[in-house]
């Protein structure tokens, strides 16, 4: 674990809001020179406290327009492995998240689909017919407001 000051702190919540800006523009904003501000985002990529830049896509404007959030049950605890399970999760391009949750359900994904009769298909030909896949609970997304986190 590293120090961190307030600049660092202020230029990591300035990535969270957009992970896109230059060293340059960013160094402008809080009084630093591109090259040290480059140093400071850096250092705080080795230390792992950035662990990378995501691109974020409306997945509504790309013709997904239903988001739900799957909790899944595996039935047959201790006969499939996890590693499976997750490895055949992964490889639906409908499922964006797979987590591995402790609480009523094992995994928690986040699912896309075009519209319900899609998430539908998608449920009943690719997620009920993975290995050890057992009850699911389904929650449709109506609305997301992303918030910044706790720096």
């Known amino acids: ?7 660092d702190r202020s230029l990591i919540r300035a990535l969270v809001r957009d992970a ?9 904003r809080f009084g630093l020179s591109q090259p040290a501000t480059w140093r400071r985002i850096k250092r705080l ?11 974020r896509l409306n ?11 799957l909790g899944v049950k595996l039935a047959t605890k201790g006969r499939v492995s996890l590693e499976d399970f997750e490895r055949a ?4 391009p409908e ?4 987590e591995h949750v402790l609480g009523l359900y094992d995994y928690r994904l986040r699912v896309v689909a075009r519209d ?3 998430f539908e298909r998608v449920l009943r030909r690719r997620i009920m017919t993975l290995p050890g896949a057992g009850e699911v ?3 449709v997304l109506l609305s997301e407001e992303r918030l910044s986190g706790p720096l």
Not at 1 to 7: A, L, V
Not at 45 to 55: D, N, T, Y
Not at 89 to 92: G, L, M, Q, S, T
């Open 116 to 118: 319900l009769p899609d």
């Open 59 to 69: 997945a509504e404007a790309l013709g997904f327009g239903v988001t739900v959030f």
């Open 1 to 7: 674990m590293i120090d961190i000051d307030d600049i």
């Open 20 to 28: 896109g800006q230059s060293a340059s523009a960013l160094g402008r």
């Open 95 to 98: 499922v964006q998240t797979v």
């Open 89 to 92: 999760v992964a490889a639906i």
């Open 137 to 139: 609970e389904a929650n």
């Open 45 to 55: 990529e080795e230390a792992g406290i950035i662990r990378g830049r995501r691109l």
